[in-house]
């Protein structure tokens, strides 16, 4: 069995898909694109299918995995920053150059009771301060990549070096998270 091939029944095998889900064969795309000469309209009906498929199967497979979908109410002492350090990680390594929000009651409380925990969560599954992330300030110096979108100040943000960001937001302020577009929530 060929890498290819290998690799393709690894993924079918964790990834489930709601419906079924065709992996996109761009030899075959191609073929059946030549094939169809200069019917612009055959053609295009083609380059239709080809397109929803791959967008629907990104699609599933974001809804799937999106950290939005994660909710968890636990009291004091249940490990909660560690698990958001671990939530953290995850979207990093799953959503690069991507910009998410950590929501707290204040900045004081972010920074002096929430991130010293989530950075020691962090820590555990492989990120760490000032190689990986940086806290407040931007990581361009460092050769870190920049996010889509980029912040007008980076006081209230971690920068990580595959570009996401997750800026601290507070529920005190509104002007904290207003306008921002997030593809998770912590």
């Not at 239709?48 to 498929?53: C, D, E, I, M, Q």
């Not at 799953?94 to 929430?114: A, D, H, M, Y």
């Amino acid at each position: 069995m060929s890498n290819k091939k290998s690799i393709r029944k690894l993924i079918q095998a964790k990834y489930k898909p709601s419906r079924k889900v065709t992996f996109f064969d761009h030899h075959k795309f191609g073929y059946e694109f030549g094939k169809a000469g200069g019917n612009a309209a055959k053609q295009l009906r083609l380059i239709s299918k080809a397109f929803s498929s791959i967008m629907y199967a990104y699609s599933d497979l974001y809804r799937r995995h999106s950290v939005n979908s994660l909710r968890k109410f636990t009291g004091r002492g249940h490990s909660n920053s560690i698990n958001l350090g671990r939530e953290l990680s995850s979207a990093v390594k799953n959503f690069p150059r991507s910009t998410g929000l950590i929501v707290g009651e204040t900045f004081v409380q972010i920074k002096s009771r929430k991130l010293p925990s989530t950075k020691e969560g962090m820590e555990m599954f492989g990120l760490y301060e000032g190689v990986d992330y940086v806290v407040g300030k931007c990581g361009k110096e460092l050769g870190f990549e920049m996010p889509f979108q980029l912040p007008n100040s980076w006081q209230n943000v971690i920068h990580f070096r595959n570009g996401t960001i997750a800026v601290m937001v507070t529920l005190d302020n509104l002007n904290s998270r207003r306008g921002l577009r997030s593809d998770f929530i912590l």
